[in-house]
């Protein structure tokens, strides 16, 4: 009986224990979790504020310092902003189409979309060409060119209302396309990043050739005449015309309307050692441009850096930036419009940091800004939810309407003001209801997927320790009923659900037990998921 009593004293000390570690790493995990929650909505100074800069730092510049090395100035950190919270706080001023573009209409990856003298949209696509890790070598030369070039049409004028197809051109050219621009004269400006080229055809591409090259094909270099996977073109009304040279040299080039160059400034803040600030006039990969006419200034799209940077157009000197933490660290593209006083339309990416504990919130919207006070407006998105990946956005002159092309999914979006959205019929609306929340359900699995979260994470190993240890615990009190005796010394009580047999595990489940997994499924999801992260990081 002494031998029984004590057997029941230890294992009460022992059932004790593990309950007081299970509590101790449930406070442990909990408290981590918080930690992270704050860390994710932490935002450090990065930006520069718009102050002249001294001889020295003159000096610096000139000489042609990295960007770790030059003595900038800077100013004290701003207080925290709680990212998430701000973000949905924001008007959304822009209804989404989503019956636009027609449904014949079938897109590679959109990476550029301009408008013409006649309002219709007009989008540069990459058919069936994919930009992975193998594209390039480490000296930037494309390796797929056993491929030829793509046969389909490239370049489509789609019917700003209806997105019917009225006009495409462009096969057999291009290997991957990247930046599109129409000029004053109706003139198309292209670039692939494979070429290292930069191209100017005639209104539509009649004729199918260009006429203007710059560049020489498959030869990427930093002369005078050669680009390194140059991004974006912007032209001025009296046919002077900028590239942003792009994804290895960081600059901007001023050409005459003849070809010639006049200017070139930018500097890669790639260079040396990793910096917290960006100064002005260096880029980590200038994007995307476009002009602002009434201030006679440049502006690109800082794409690393998370800014826009404007410059004066005559002579190139920085005239201001533009940057919200709301946006983050990765501004993919922006485009001008003068209306309300002057605003920019922005898209932002998903972001690229990695590991459990990303330092900032992110969440992939189009903004709108106003050039007079730097302050976000509004935001828009597909239904009103986050885009994946987009990379370009035009804008109508008088703001009404806004197309953003994205890579993946490969589409082109359009937004209309909400002044003039026309009203839906309620079974349109529930409609729309339904389609939203499998949106929501699709983003929601498409987040978590590309970007896990640290939070997401601790939550999940959490919760498998805290079912791990319950489940043990079962197992120790089965088998004490099973003796005769519970824990904390009572004696066993017997319940019409027990029997004799004693508490058995598989009795939860039906007979069959649990059911076998679909591993074919689980398989699908990981390639789509690896396809997708690739095609963010290469774009």
């Known amino acids: 009986m002494s031998r029984s009593h ?34 994710e909505n932490q935002s ?23 960007a770790a090395d030059a003595n900038w100035r800077q100013r004290a950190k701003p207080e925290v ?4 919270t701000e973000l949905a706080k924001l008007n959304t001023t822009y209804v989404y189409q989503n019956d636009w573009p027609a449904n014949d209409v079938k897109l590679g990856a959109v990476t550029a979309v301009s408008l013409d003298g006649a309002g219709h949209v007009v989008i540069f696509h990459r058919v069936d060409r994919i930009w992975n890790s193998i594209t390039f070598n480490n000296s930037h030369v494309y390796q797929e060119r056993n491929k030829g070039p793509i046969k389909q049409n490239t370049v489509l004028g789609l019917e700003p209302e209806t997105g019917k197809v009225l006009y495409e051109w462009g096969k057999n050219f291009f290997y991957m396309p990247h930046g599109l621009t129409i000029d004053p004269e109706e003139n198309v400006w292209v670039t692939d990043v494979a070429l290292h080229q930069v191209f100017k055809f005639p209104p539509r591409g009649v004729g199918g050739q260009p006429l203007l090259s710059l560049g020489t094909a498959f030869q990427p270099g930093a002369g005078k005449r050669k680009f390194c996977k140059p991004t974006a073109v912007a032209v001025l009304n009296n046919g002077d015309f900028f590239v942003a040279d792009g994804y290895c040299n960081s ?16 500097q890669n803040s790639f260079s040396g050692y990793s910096y917290d600030v960006s100064p002005v006039n260096f880029f980590a990969i200038p994007h995307a441009l476009t002009l602002v006419p009434e201030l006679e200034l440049l502006c690109a799209a800082d794409r690393e850096n998370g800014r826009v940077q404007c410059f004066y157009s005559n002579n190139g000197s920085f005239h201001s930036q533009y940057h919200n933490p709301l946006i983050g660290d990765r501004l993919f593209s922006m485009a001008y419009t003068p209306s309300a006083g002057g605003q920019l339309v922005i898209v932002n ?9 990303p330092q900032h919130y992110n969440e992939v919207h189009g903004f709108v800004m106003s050039m007079r006070t730097s302050k976000l407006i509004s935001k828009f998105g ?38 003039l959205a026309k009203p839906m019929s309620l079974s349109v609306q529930k409609m729309s209801s339904g389609e939203s929340e499998t949106s929501v359900m699709t983003a929601s699995t498409s987040s978590t997927r590309h970007h896990p979260s640290g939070k997401a994470i601790l939550v999940a190993s959490l919760m498998l320790l805290f079912a791990g240890s319950t489940f043990v615990l079962a197992l120790i009190m089965a088998r004490r009923r099973k003796r005769g005796c519970l824990p904390f010394g009572t004696h066993s009580r017997r319940h019409a659900w027990e029997k004799s047999e004693g508490f058995k595990l598989g009795g939860l489940l039906d007979r069959n037990g649990f059911e076998k997994l ?4 689980s398989d699908e999801e990981q390639e789509q998921q690896e396809t997708t992260t690739l095609s963010q990081q290469y774009a």
């Open 44 to 66: 450090a100074q990065r930006y520069l504020p718009n102050v002249a800069l001294g001889d020295e730092q003159l000096k610096q510049m000139i000489k042609g310092v990295g």
């Open 6 to 39: 004590n057997n029941e004293i230890n294992n009460s000390t022992r059932s004790i224990y593990i309950c007081y570690v299970i509590c101790i790493l449930w406070s442990y995990c909990c408290n981590l979790v918080a930690s992270v929650s704050v860390t």
């Open 251 to 266: 600059r901007i080039v001023k050409y005459s309307k003849e070809g010639e160059q006049i200017l070139v400034w930018g």
């Open 349 to 357: 990416g998903p972001t690229g940091e990695l590991g459990i504990s």
């Open 382 to 419: 597909p239904n009103n939810l986050e885009f994946q990946n987009p990379h370009d956005v035009a804008v109508t002159a008088d703001g009404n309407a806004i197309y953003v092309a994205e890579l993946n999914p490969m589409r082109i979006h359009k937004f209309v003001h909400k002044s």
């Open 518 to 521: 679909d591993q074919n499924a």
């Open 81 to 84: 902003t709680d990212v998430k």
